[in-house]
């Protein structure tokens, strides 16, 4: 019975595992940034950029966490029983596609200063966070960076063989199995295997980035290089030259004397880079680092400073008022579970702040 699974089990298996793995690298089309870069490009938001990048489970949650820093809602976290919230702050003007992100997190009657609970009503939260997600990448599509429709045929095609093969191993396992042939039931189990392992791998279906998006591409990643340098303090030797103009002009505007406020500047221009970190999945080390220069405009100017930490002064605090990081995790884990996509990295980016 070996040779038979060797032939009609493991090499099928093997076959649609590498074609599953070569599927998932087409998928990504990846790209290779030319110059670090140290900001979006001017225009950019972070929900198509998000997309841009394939990172679409966490496109709302950077959304989100690009609001909190623009200070035009808070993050809070309430008592045991209520999860993470967030509030719209009085008084701000929103982009067409700011509104439309809170009104998937709030409702279309969302209000300035009403908190909006992410455990209430998780359901119809996540159908709304989805229905963003798909009209940021309709509106892709409209700009001529992305086709109108997703690619399928590669996923479908080799799920459906996946299954049609794990059809014939369940068959060789019965007979290896009523025989007592070892070899053969090891040789099935390892074709299964390879089966579950193509199922998981292959990617159900993609987008396919055109021309026109490889540029913008390119400076995402050259962004995701400058957030992944953050732990080796290599930052300002990879600055780009619109970056350095960003800089001098934020140095230029802060209040005070140069001196003091290029630490200001630097931060301010680091905390804008935050949704980035959360769209690479690199905010665990751009905190760490957003930590390192509080502490260090802590010991400077400490007028400036009050204004310049609100965000994780206000999230600390949620932490602590929540009684802890798991319950804020769990708060979002929740909702994660419930929409399946969208939101997952805002539990992260408290749990840091916590630790």
Do not use: C
């Not at 068959?171 to 039931?185: K, Q, T």
């Not at 193509?198 to 050259?222: C, D, M, N, Q, Y």
């Not at 934020?250 to 970190?277: Q, V």
């Amino acid at each position: 019975m070996l040779p038979a699974v060797i032939v009609l089990a493991i090499a099928p298996a093997f076959l649609i595992l590498v074609l599953g793995i070569v599927a998932r690298a087409l998928a990504a089309q990846r790209v290779t940034a030319r110059i670090v870069q140290y900001a979006p490009e001017r225009g950019a938001t972070v929900l198509r950029d998000a997309l841009l990048v394939n990172a679409d489970r966490r496109a709302a949650s950077a959304a989100l966490v690009d609001l909190a820093v623009k200070r035009k809602v808070r993050l809070l976290a309430g008592s045991k029983r209520e999860p993470i919230g967030v509030e719209m702050a009085p008084n701000v003007v929103l982009t067409a596609e700011e509104v439309s992100l809170l009104e998937a997190l709030f409702g279309p009657e969302h209000t300035p200063g009403r908190v909006r609970r992410f455990s209430a009503d998780r359901r119809a939260l996540g159908g709304r966070l989805r229905t963003l997600v798909q009209h940021a990448e309709h509106a892709l599509a409209r700009d001529g960076l992305v086709t109108p429709r997703r690619i399928t045929w590669p996923g479908m095609t080799l799920t459906i063989l996946a299954y049609l093969g794990m059809l014939v191993e369940a068959l060789f396992l019965v007979f290896a199995l009523v025989d007592g042939d070892w070899p053969a039931l090891i040789a099935t189990l390892i074709a299964l295997a390879a089966t579950i392992a193509t199922i998981l791998v292959t990617p159900s279906s993609w987008r396919r980035f055109l021309p026109p998006a490889r540029p913008k591409r390119e400076h995402l990643e050259g962004l995701r290089q400058y957030l992944a340098l953050a732990e080796a303090d290599r930052l300002r030797m990879l600055q780009s030259p619109s970056g350095a103009d960003l800089l001098a002009t934020d140095a230029a505007t802060a209040a005070g004397s140069p001196e003091a406020d290029a630490p200001l500047a630097r931060f301010h221009l680091h905390e804008r880079l935050l949704p980035y970190a959360v769209v690479f999945g690199l905010e665990r080390e751009w905190i760490a680092k957003l930590r390192l220069e509080h502490a260090a405009l802590d010991r400077g100017n400490l007028d400036a400073l009050a204004d310049a930490v609100d965000v994780t002064a206000e999230v600390a605090s949620a932490i602590d008022a929540a009684g802890g990081v798991l319950q804020l995790t769990a708060a979002v884990g929740e909702l994660v579970d419930a929409s399946g996509v969208v939101v997952d990295g805002i539990g992260g980016i408290f749990e840091v702040f916590s630790s």
